[in-house]
């Protein structure tokens, strides 16, 4: 492998795949799990490590490869953590983003979009996220087709975006 | 752009809605995937902040639903649609028609059981005599034929004991001498007739009837 190549992969795994695998980690440990930070480094500087050694031979892709390594690691925290506890952590929550001022002001300025939606977008939102109905579910309170919810769904974030935007 | 088959999964992803199995393959799938990574992220905000500031943004949707839960009347009105409900009153108008309209014209006639041809089961014994005041102690007894083949059992009372009784399949009966010894004159006699099928059920029961005697023999 061509030391170019290595490079361009690095910087990629940096790059592209530090959010991805982050994500992961905190989906499966519990976004605010302290933890969160340090695993996700671990595994970024883990994958380096591999691609340094020429352990990626391209028989997946890079993504693969770094899932494989993340998922990996994810098991080991959390067989030992429930070592440690006696139960495996619940999977990842929604709670309360009041610490983290960064995501507070995000949540209250899509809170702030979604207000000015029309209720039919509301109504969609509020019973399928908030109430947490099924697509089927919410498509038979409403008397619409399920597709339709995953349309109105849809529609509701093009809006926000839009509306966050200006 | 195209969408990629796996943007479905998202919701069920982030609402923890995917079997393990699924959870897998989804998750490589956002490894390999930008667009559904990016689809993610952006999801993922829109729940948190609905998670997180729900109750504030869907406060009218919140009281709605709060005041439905409370009233059993939208319980129930709800349980229908507004079109079912139509159909619902239609269905009771026609009926309540129909019975109260139509039902009445219609002349009632009571239920008939057929021993044989002529009796009727149901059907009453009507008494011919005596049925008031005689000079004499009546000796004939007689009361309408109600068919062919019925067994009539007679039976007269005294302030409601029964003094004699006989059975006959003819409408009348003679009752014998000694009996008719044993009425006192000016004393009330009841009587009465009872019709039996062949097989010995009761068809029909007739109304007692009085009789006085004035002058014994």
Known sequence: MGKEKQKSQL???????????TFRVKKSLGAYNPDCDDVANEIITNVIEKIKKGEFRGE?????????ITSRRIIDYIRQKSKVLKHVPEPASYPDPQEQIEDKERAEMIA??????????????YLYYYKELTREEV????GISPRRVSERVNYSQKLLKKLIKT | MRNCKFEEMIDKYLLNRLSEDEKSIF??????CPSCFEKMVERDELVAAIKYKGQEIFKDEYVAEAAKGETWWEKVTSFLTPRQ???VAISAALIAVIVFGVLPMLTPTSPQFYINEDAVRGSKITLISPV???????SKFEWKKMGEDVDYKIYIYDNGNVVWDDTTKDNFIIIPEDIKKTFASGEKYSWQVKAFSPEGSLISV?????FKIHNPE
Request: glycine share 2%.
């Open chain 2, 132 to 138: 008031w005041e005689s000079e004499t102690v009546p």
């Open chain 2, 27 to 32: 998750e490589e799938h956002y490894f390999n």
């Open chain 1, 112 to 125: 702030t979009a979604i207000k000015k939606l029309k209720p039919k977008y509301r109504e969609v939102l």
């Open chain 1, 11 to 21: 910087e990629e795994v940096f790059v592209k795949f530090k959010p991805i695998v």
């Open chain 1, 139 to 142: 498509a038979l309170k409403l």
């Open chain 2, 85 to 87: 409900w139509t159909t």
């Open chain 2, 206 to 210: 007739s109304s007692k009837v009085q």
């Open chain 1, 60 to 68: 997946s892709s890079v993504g693969t490869f770094i899932y494989t």
